[in-house]
Antibody
Framework: QIQLVQSGAEVKKPGASVKVSCKPSGYTFTTFGLSWVRQAPGQGLQWMGW????????KSAQKVQDRLTLTADTSTSTAYMELRSLRSDDTAIYYC?????????WGQGTLVTVSS | SYVLTQPLSVSVALGQTARITCGGNNIGNKNVHWYQQKPGQAPVLVIFRDSNRPSGIPDQFSGSNSGNTATLTISRARAGDEADYYCQVWDSSTWVFGGGTKLTVL
């Protein structure tokens, strides 16, 4: 069965960076892209960016594009989301999801807390 | 950028039919996808490309899309259907979500 397993919760200070991993299984890693979506406490879903796991091409939302780096390691079939210059409003659960036009399989989410 | 508009909340009596709308400019020309999210859980895809159900999603969930409104219909509502529901489209190589609708089953 298809699963996406993400790394564990993180607590960071303002200005720091965070790197979250996402390891899919149950399908060939390079045949689908991966999107990253976040959800602030009590809020809705916000798409952050997408990576083509085959060739590494990326697309990011304007709101975070200057601070966001998405990578995919085909040797370990693992995708990474790095967000820099963290602010308190980056506190959220971050999800990876297998991406076609829809997001058909999701990771369990990674809580990132930004607090001084 | 493309905007999707959902009602904040919808209520439905147990066993009745709930309809959750998603408004967007000429949304009928786009593929609309719907997600269910229960508290503390990741979203689950319940409808893709307007009206298709993924494997394992019961037939009480259905969808339609025309003009400026897409609709998720939940028939025979049960307590277990209480959740937040989000519509989503793919527009200009980005994934756009509606603001979400909280479904309450009375």
């Amino acid at each position: 069965q298809i699963q996406l397993v993400q790394s564990g919760a993180e607590v960071k200070k303002p200005g720091a960076s965070v790197k979250v991993s996402c390891k899919p299984s149950g399908y060939t890693f390079t045949t689908f892209g991966l999107s990253w979506v976040r959800q602030a406490p009590g809020q809705g879903l916000q798409w952050m960016g997408w990576i083509n796991a085959y060739n590494g091409n990326t697309k990011s939302a304007q709101k975070v594009q200057d601070r966001l780096t998405l990578t995919a390691d085909t040797s370990t079939s693992t995708a990474y989301m790095e967000l820099r210059s963290l602010r308190s409003d980056d506190t959220a659960i971050y999800y990876c999801a297998r991406a076609g036009e829809s997001l058909d399989y999701w990771g369990q989410g990674t809580l990132v807390t930004v607090s001084s | 950028s493309y905007v999707l508009t959902q009602p904040l909340s919808v209520s439905v009596a147990l066993g009745q039919t709930a309809r959750i709308t998603c408004g967007g400019n000429n949304i009928g020309n786009k593929n609309v996808h719907w997600y269910q999210q229960k508290p503390g859980q990741a979203p689950v895809l319940v409808i893709f490309r307007d009206s298709n159900r993924p494997s394992g999603i019961p037939d009480q969930f259905s969808g339609s899309n025309s003009g400026n409104t897409a609709t998720l219909t939940i028939s025979r509502a049960r307590a277990g259907d209480e959740a937040d529901y989000y519509c989503q489209v793919w527009d200009s190589s980005t994934w756009v979500f509606g603001g979400g609708t909280k479904l309450t089953v009375l």
